[in-house]
């Protein structure tokens, strides 16, 4: 028993399709102008996101950081030390005053960080649409040195 492998097409329309030279190149500069748009769309609606996850985040950490202080006004002012221990280098109050301040320098570095990354997406974002950008103009180039070479 045979299998005989057909080849299926990604896009099984375009194999039928015929187009004059004219019509190919509008079809090109509207894929190239829908293909900017849409990236352009994308684009805006990524930073728009971004926008407001860092906007939640700054919020959700100043709440964080009251929560703790709150939590710290209620601690003793004094050091304290277990019976035959030295006494502790803070009191409960500046511990915690020590541990928000290393949270708020680690949320800093963190937000920096993200920031950071969100930018190199943004450019590979933008290299990519060059890229599709330069294809098309390939495209175009060809058809041109094609109707050239038939006149």
Known sequence: MGYKK??????????AMEWDKEESKEKWKE?????????????????????????????????????QQTFADTLPDEKFALPGMPAAPLSP???????KEFQ????????????????YFMQNQEKV???VSDAVDSIETKLDEKDASDE
Request: hydrophobic fraction near 40%.
């Open 31 to 67: 894929f190239r102008g829908n293909a900017e748009k849409m990236w352009d769309q994308f684009q805006d609606m990524q930073k728009q996101a971004k926008k407001a996850q860092k906007e939640q985040w700054a919020n959700f950490f100043a709440k964080f950081q009251e929560m």
């Open 6 to 15: 057909v080849m299926k097409t990604f896009f099984p329309l375009l194999m």
């Open 104 to 119: 708020e320098t680690a949320n800093n570095h963190a937000v920096a960080q993200d920031d950071s990354r969100f930018e």
């Open 129 to 131: 649409k060059e890229s």
């Open 93 to 99: 109050k500046e511990a915690m005053e020590k541990l």
